[in-house]
């Protein structure tokens, strides 16, 4: 929260929230909602998302990113069923120690179908490559970044007809 709150400044609302409980706002509080890199720590995204549908007003937008399918899939051994949710652990090494993190692994028409089964219309998918400046922050790993797919970013919008909570 300190570092967003860094890049934009005391004019922008900030709110950081337990994706497992219900959200502490109102009924199409917001024009957009950011959830970067979070959705694949969930194994069930259907009740988040139904409660980001909820406070987004219609025509508002959810913009997601999370780990490509095929890079989890790919990179695994046992290589896993594309086509099954299933999760895995991997070691995160954060401030000088070794924490576990899980995530879930799902193909992308199970990315797709729970944002419709929420309610919500597919505006994009894009496939992100890096920013060309990355190259110098990031030496060693830029041509890995430049040729492997890492990541899926969604944008997916609340119908602009749509009328209260719920999909």
């Not at 990031?138 to 749509?162: K, R, Y």
């Amino acid at each position: 929260m300190a570092l967003a709150r860094r890049r934009l400044g005391d004019g922008v609302a900030l709110h950081e929230v337990d994706l497992g409980d219900p959200l502490p706002f109102d009924d199409g509080a917001f024009d957009d909602v950011i959830a970067s890199l979070v959705l694949h720590y969930l194994e069930d995204w259907g009740p988040t998302l139904a409660e980001l549908r909820r406070v987004l007003r219609p025509g508002g937008r959810l913009i997601a990113s999370v780990s490509h399918p095929f890079t989890d899939y790919a990179h695994r051994d046992p290589r896993p069923d594309y086509h099954a949710t299933t999760s895995y652990t991997f070691d995160w090494a954060f401030n000088g120690r070794s924490v576990p993190m899980r995530l879930w692994r799902r193909p992308l028409h199970a990315m797709t179908d729970a944002f419709t089964a929420a309610g919500f219309r597919l505006a994009a998918i894009s496939e992100p490559q890096p920013d060309p400046a990355a190259r110098e922050a990031f030496p060693d790993g830029f041509q890995d970044l430049s040729t492997n797919p890492n990541f899926l970013f969604f944008v997916v919008e609340v119908p602009p007809s749509a009328t209260g909570s719920g999909g």
